[in-house]
Nanobody
Framework: VQLQASGGGLVQAGGSLRLSCAASGRTFSNYAMGWFRQAPGKEREFVAAVTRSSGATYYADSVKGRFTISRDNAKNTGDLQMNSLKPEDTAVYYC?????????????????WGQGTQVTVSS
């Protein structure tokens, strides 16, 4: 499956952005979906994940209550709504499709990655 992330940009602290991930090539509903991010000089970290049928969602503690992950299998898209953004949210954000059903907080569970979209939050 091919993934294309979009929606990044520059926003002031406290603002909002909505990232989108468009999937093509294979049946999107066969894959759980996740978002990860990587800041300069840091390792890639888990942000959020949603199961194949949107039955469950998972969030990193650092974004819980501020970010919301969702998906639309009919449109082959997934979104990450980010509210109350902080400067520490600045990173390149990646969407990914999981090849494992469980352990969605780990990057090793994902076999397909989008190209990343830059999010910059100014203070």
């Amino acid at each position: 499956v091919q993934l294309q992330a979009s929606g990044g940009g520059l926003v002031q602290a406290g603002g909002s952005l909505r990232l989108s991930c468009a999937a093509s090539g294979r049946t999107f509903s066969n894959y759980a979906m996740g978002w990860f991010r990587q800041a300069p000089g840091k390792e890639r970290e888990f942000v959020a994940a949603v199961t194949r049928s949107s039955g469950a969602t998972y969030y990193a503690d650092s974004v819980k209550g501020r970010f919301t992950i969702s998906r639309d299998n009919a449109k082959n898209t997934g979104d990450l709504q980010m509210n109350s953004l902080k400067p520490e949210d600045t990173a390149v954000y990646y969407c990914a499709a999981a090849v494992r059903k469980y352990e969605l907080k780990y990057s090793a569970s994902y076999g397909y990655w989008g190209q990343g979209t830059q999010v910059t939050v100014s203070s």
